[in-house]
């Protein structure tokens, strides 16, 4: 065996980035370490040489999806394993040898149906996590003006025990001998029909290419276990009923460090006592009594940032309709809110003593029809503004 440097430092580590760092801090951290150690700079300083080549590597490995998880899930071993070492493939290049092997038997044998007939299956590498779907329900308010909620719920989460390593120690981590790590077995078959040779998935190691000699007695050595999980989901102002929210990598975790699945939060708003809700906009009823329809009055209303004071005019009808401006749901692209329709109910008094009757009876008398019908300019002024605004 060739070169075993056994004091590796940690690839986060040494780009000096958190665990779960995506695509562009992997990069930005390699970019910022490149130029203070780049060979070009620092000529013949041989610790700067180093510690550049092991910044690139340690950027190879990460910025590589196949690579990443192998490392995550095993640390060097699991790149190591495949790197090139007596007997070795790599899982890099195990796939084009894969594909070569089938175009050399293929062009040899291919055609007759009495001939070398060859069939692949692909590798699997430890389950994805599953993607999950849950129902949030939210008061008309959170969801207009946003918030942020917990979910609670229950899926896969990663084994506290193992830490997804689905074994309590790193030494029982082998090579599958059966495929030496391919995780693809070839079978010769002598069939009446002529010989096939298949590639399958190897079964003692489920395509994996690694065996675990001692499973974590947790989560059998699965890296996960079904759990109880919570997760506080920002809820962006203007969301409605049956939209859904995705939160990237949060769902079931994945096979022994595999990717999580992803979550999905399905919103449900629940009814309100004075809203209804019909996209951006609100609508809601006021109640004048009939003397401060006929009078004019200012009313508190409740609107979506509390209560505020309207004014009706003397000679309100009922079903008419009050548009406050701006006082609906936010956008949910951020961009200004909805209208807020109050339509006017009138009521009318059921249920009057003698003395209250006679005060109304004193004043119909007084006050002809003429009194109760619009201003002909008024109708018109008051369609024309309902209907541009
Ligand atoms: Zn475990
Ligand atoms: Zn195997």
């Known amino acids: 065996m060739s070169e075993q440097r056994q004091t590796k430092r940690d690839y986060y580590e040494v780009l000096g980035v958190p665990r779960d760092a995506d695509l562009g801090q992997i990069k930005k951290a390699y970019r910022r370490l490149a130029r203070q150690l780049h060979p070009d700079v620092n000529s013949n300083d041989p610790e700067c040489e180093e510690k550049f080549k092991e910044a690139t590597e340690a950027y190879e490995v990460l910025c590589d999806p196949e690579k990443r998880r192998l490392y995550d899930a095993y640390g060097h071993e699991g790149l190591r394993r495949g790197a090139g070492g007596a007997g070795g493939f790599g899982f890099d290049d195990f796939p084009g040898f894969g594909d070569l092997f089938e175009s050399l038997f293929n062009s040899a044998f291919g055609g007759s149906p009495f001939g070398t007939t060859f069939t692949t299956a692909r590798a699997e ?177 409740p609107t979506l940032d509390g209560e505020a004071e309207v004014e009706f005019s003397p000679g309100t009808q009922p079903g008419e309709t009050k548009i406050l401006r701006g006082k609906g749901v936010p956008r949910l692209n951020g961009h200004g809110r909805g209208d807020h329709y109050l339509s006017v109910r009138v009521l009318i008094p059921r249920d009057l003593d003698e003395n209250q009757r006679n005060l109304l009876r004193e004043f119909d008398e007084s006050c002809g029809l003429e009194h109760y019908q619009a201003r002909s300019e008024g109708v018109l002024h008051r369609l024309r503004t309902f209907f541009t605004g």
């Open 125 to 301: 590498g430890p389950a994805r996590g599953d993607d999950l779907a849950v129902e949030l329900e939210l008061t008309l308010e959170e969801a207009a003006l946003g918030v942020d909620k917990e979910v609670v719920f229950t899926a896969h989460g990663v084994c506290p025990k193992c830490e997804g390593l689905g074994t309590p120690t790193m030494d029982s981590i082998k090579t599958c001998p059966d495929c030496s790590g391919r995780g693809r077995v070839r079978v010769v078959r002598r069939t009446m029909l002529g010989q096939f040779i298949q590639t399958g998935v190897c079964e003692r190691c489920d395509g994996q290419g690694i065996v675990i000699g001692k499973p974590c007695p947790h989560c059998q050595g699965e890296g996960r276990l079904l759990m109880e999980r919570k997760l506080t989901v920002h809820i962006p102002a203007g969301i409605d009923s049956g939209q859904r929210i995705r939160v990237s990598g949060k769902g079931g975790a994945g096979q022994r460090r595999a990717q999580s699945g992803d979550l999905y939060v399905r919103i449900r708003v629940a009814p309100h006592e004075h809203f209804e809700r019909r996209g951006d906009d609100l609508y809601s009823q006021v109640d004048l009594t009939m003397c401060q329809a006929a009078l004019g009055a200012v009313l508190t209303v």
